[in-house]
């Protein structure tokens, strides 16, 4: 049996949430299903860690789809073709996206669909796109995985789609991520040896870092104190609320992007933060927030869409739009030892809910009841 996969987002170094979903279920997929050729259509070259089962025919498709109009050649034009010609007896895509019109067996993977939500938190021909094919997407996947049940729930009420056609298997997380000692060597490296809250994810809007930022203006105002703001990630769209939020800040001097880490730095980085502060306001999962958990970080976390059903009594949770209670909360955490051992003790307990076993299982499961194996 031949299974075509999507792997257009497994990118060396940067394996951010849907590429490390890629990676890490694949990683297992291939290796449950020996006896299956597994075709990974990449856009762009791949460095030989990706290929790491004797089942794994790489293709390189290019060219490179990073913009609407090249995603529409490369899911509707060239790849049904490839797909002809390697006789694909199914398509998997951990992203979601695939051509719409296929005529194959399909499996796909729906984080969430923020953008029917908040579409300007997305750059316009990009919110345009996925609103315009999302749907055509979910309609016609023969089976459609997300990574919890309020994703679930979201896409069979917003797109009327059968609820036994959708199933949903929790995130995991690298099993490098655990609790170290704060170090004196991590502060000096990256807050000039003063604590720090910490913010991980790529920077868009919908990530709420205007708040975060207005919030630890007025946690500064009230603590005098010499605590830091760092924030690791990616900038993906930084739009005129965080820009100005940032520039007028008083203690913008005390905010460090630290741009994208890697997963050994960032242990290092969560162990040694005060708290991990995630104030997204829509969310299909949250990696971040459990890979902080799994290294004994206090969290701090919105209240909307999944955070409450991943975290249960394990973080702290605020309104992310209310600015004086998110001020507060960092206090808290600034102030009392025994609350962040607390926090930090929760985390780790419920971090050990999550696993990559528990998807690869449930794609393997769908593999085998569409191929009638």
């Known amino acids: 049996m031949n299974i075509a996969v999507n792997t257009r987002l497994l990118i060396k170094n940067r394996l951010e949430g849907i590429g490390t979903y890629t990676f890490e279920t694949l990683a297992r997929i291939t290796k449950m299903l020996p006896n299956y050729n597994f075709y990974f259509i990449f856009d762009r070259g791949y460095p030989d860690e990706f290929i790491f089962e004797k089942n794994i025919i790489p293709i390189v498709l290019r060219p490179s789809a990073r913009h609407p109009i090249l995603w529409f050649i490369w899911f509707e034009i060239l790849l049904p073709k490839v797909l002809k010609k390697i006789k694909a007896d199914l398509f998997l895509s951990p992203e979601g996206m695939m051509p719409h019109k296929l005529k194959i067996p399909s499996i796909t993977v729906i984080h969430d669909i923020n953008f029917e939500y908040f579409p300007g938190d997305t750059k316009f021909l990009h919110s345009i796109y996925y ?4 749907k055509k997407y979910a309609h016609n996947s023969s089976k459609i995985i997300t990574v919890s049940n309020f994703s679930k729930k979201d896409i069979i009420s917003k797109y009327n789609i059968n609820k036994d056609k959708i199933s949903y298997a929790y995130n995991g ?4 991520y655990k ?6 060597k991590t502060k000096k490296k990256y807050s000039d040896n003063e604590d720090y809250f910490l913010f991980v994810g790529s920077i868009n809007p919908r990530k709420n870092l205007n708040n975060l930022i207005l919030a630890f ?18 900038i993906m769209y930084w739009d005129s609320k965080i820009n100005k939020s940032y520039k007028s800040s008083k203690y913008k001097d005390d905010i460090i992007f630290l741009g994208e880490k890697n997963n050994f730095e960032l242990v290092n980085i969560y162990s040694s933060a005060l708290a991990f502060c995630f104030l997204s306001y829509f969310e299909g999962f949250g990696i971040p927030i459990i890979e902080a958990m799994k290294c004994g970080c206090p969290v701090i976390a919105s209240n909307q869409t999944v955070i409450p059903e991943i975290t249960q009594k394990a973080a702290v949770l605020v309104n992310p739009f209310n600015l004086k209670e998110i001020s ?3 206090m808290k955490i600034k102030k009392d030892i025994n609350h962040r051992k607390f926090l930090s003790q929760m985390g780790i307990e419920q971090s050990k809910k999550y696993n990559w076993d528990d998807p690869s299982k449930l794609i393997v499961s769908k593999i085998l009841e569409l191929l009638k194996c």
Do not use: A, D, W
Not at 179 to 184: A, M, N
């Open 217 to 234: 203006n007025l946690f500064k105002n009230s603590s005098n104190c010499n605590t830091k703001l760092i924030i690791v990630g990616r």
């Open 328 to 330: 507060n909360q960092m």
């Open 131 to 134: 609103r315009f094919f999302f």
């Open 173 to 176: 997380i690298n099993k490098i």
């Open 179 to 184: 609790p170290l000692k704060s170090s004196i």
